[in-house]
């Protein structure tokens, strides 16, 4: 398979290295050097792995283009699936308008224009749009409920990926991921230091999220429209930090409720409304898919941080 990782950055990294680890030829695009460096070294590592065990894997090269400016994509090389997984960079609702909207609909337009157009289309986008649901299950089947500026616009996202595709003929599949956490991303101190305000943390380790990604690019059976990406256990927010400071040997940290959190009188609408937002999603449909974790819960995706904060203690 030749696949394209548009917006090859956290996630698109590692998925980058499971597909070439697997024999599929990857090119990662980034617009900045310091991203394409981080391409370039994960197939320098493909190529070192090759050399050192005469081993089958595949290759990633690394390409530099921006989704939000058209004319850069016709470098992009012809490809079998492309995964949009380009980030706003935490700005707000018009710059994430500008990518995940505009800039997707360029990479679909750009290909779909083609003699060859790819077979198939991952865009990644998040459980936000399901909304606030008051601690409630969620699924593959519970309509969405977009509830800010910002999680409308990955709706609206979301439709072009399934819609925009299909008029060119490419099978679109959006995969909502849960919070992301893994290496340079377990924030330890947030739960270790405290205050933490009550609620339900839905996670997926990086591994995780990548790995689901290429198992639905390989798996012919799981071409869904959208796919939930997150791990066996929402895990309520008190008992991970209990379970998190008494891992790592220190004191539990001091708790708060929402309602306490929120009197405090320093946030603002939107950070008021995620904090008062709510929910558990479900894998269930992902593991019927046949996807197997690496980091079934946050107990096994925290362990490598574990044990580097004890050992970087004593």
Known sequence: MRAVVVGCGYVGLELARQLAARGHTVTG???SDAGLDAIESIGEQMDSDVGADGGDEGEVDAVRADATDPASLD?????DAVVFAASSGGRGAAAAREVYVDGLRNVIEAYGSRAATPDRLVYTSSTGVYGDHDGAWVDKETP???TTEKTRVLAEAERTALE???????DGTVTRFAGLYGPDRYRLDRYLDGPVTAGYLNMIHRDDAAGAVRYLLEADRARDDAVLVVDDEPADKHAFADWLADACG?????KRSKE?????????????RRIRTSKRCSNDHLRALGYEFAYPTFREGYRDAVRAFRAASE
Do not use: K, N, T, Y
């Open 29 to 31: 695009v980034r617009r």
């Open 75 to 79: 470098a992009l090389p012809d490809a």
């Open 164 to 170: 925009r595709a299909a008029e060119f003929g490419i």
């Open 260 to 272: 306490e959190r929120v009197a405090e009188g320093d946030l603002s609408a939107a950070a008021e």
């Open 144 to 146: 969405i409920e977009p």
């Open 250 to 254: 220190v004191p539990r940290p001091a």
